[in-house]
């Protein structure tokens, strides 16, 4: 184990952008290839349109076998129509062994290097604290935290293969700041809590250590999104306000 802690461990990273930088361009995702766990899921399919629409090159990634039909052959259109390399692999982001069979079988595929991760996977449960079982409780944390952490350091490795600076955004949640009354998800909560000090972790540490390159790591923390899978939670009084 060695002494992160020594300075000689650190490095200030170049500076990405700059003054004469056009802010159309800091948004562009041209040449790179972007991983989107819960690729298959409303969030991640959104996530791949805009990824698309920007010039990049989604790769979805899913516990699905293969993506919906519908919003999938749209992709497929948009890819098409500016020339992009859309594609999806079926994957566990609760098993290792999983995530190292498919990176190695995405990477020869690609025509732009690895330099983004949008970690969506994740999953919600709900139950009041004294019923909810500790195996329920451990799966909803193995998918939602372990999960996250094993695709962003997985597409790090392959930055760091690459020697190119990449970016992350680890999708949370309001709920892991905030704690609605009435709303029994202390363990779903808890993951978001937990994603959200994940990405600070790795953004010190990524921003900044030698041997790496500088890789940029966010989070996102949307509330309720309405979709077929929210429905019925919305429904129940006071939600929607």
């Known amino acids: 184990m060695s002494n992160t802690a020594d300075p000689s461990f650190r490095e200030v990273k170049a500076r990405q952008g ?97 330099r983004g991760l949008v970690a969506c996977a994740g999953v919600s449960d709900n139950d009041p604290a004294h019923e909810f079982s500790i195996e329920r409780f451990r799966r909803l944390m193995e998918i939602n935290v372990t999960g996250t952490f094993a695709a962003a350091q997985a597409v790090a490795l392959e930055m760091k293969k690459a020697n190119v600076d990449g970016s992350m955004v680890l999708v949370a949640s309001m709920s892991g700041t905030n704690v609605n009354k009435g709303v029994d998800t202390a363990a779903y909560n808890s993951s978001k809590s937990a994603i959200l000090q994940l990405a600070r972790s790795l953004a010190a540490e990524w921003g900044s250590r030698k041997g790496m390159p500088l890789i940029r790591v966010n989070s996102l923390s949307p509330g309720y999104i309405r979709t077929p899978a929210t429905a019925e939670a919305l429904q129940k009084p006071g939600m929607e306000n």
Not at 54 to 64: E, S
Not at 89 to 94: A, E, G, N, S, W
Not at 100 to 111: D, I, N, R, S, Y
């Open 18 to 114: 700059g003054p004469t930088t056009r802010a159309a361009d800091l948004f562009r995702l041209d040449g790179r290839t972007i991983i989107i766990t819960g690729g298959a899921g409303y969030l991640g399919v959104e996530v791949a349109q805009a990824v698309l629409e920007a010039g990049g090159n989604p790769v979805c990634l899913d516990i699905v076998t293969s993506p919906p039909s519908e919003p999938w052959n749209q992709l497929e259109k948009l890819a098409t129509k500016f020339g992009l390399q859309l594609s999806y692999y079926h994957l566990d982001v609760t098993n290792e062994n999983s995530i190292t069979t498919v990176f190695k079988q995405l990477a020869p595929t690609l025509k732009y290097p690895i």
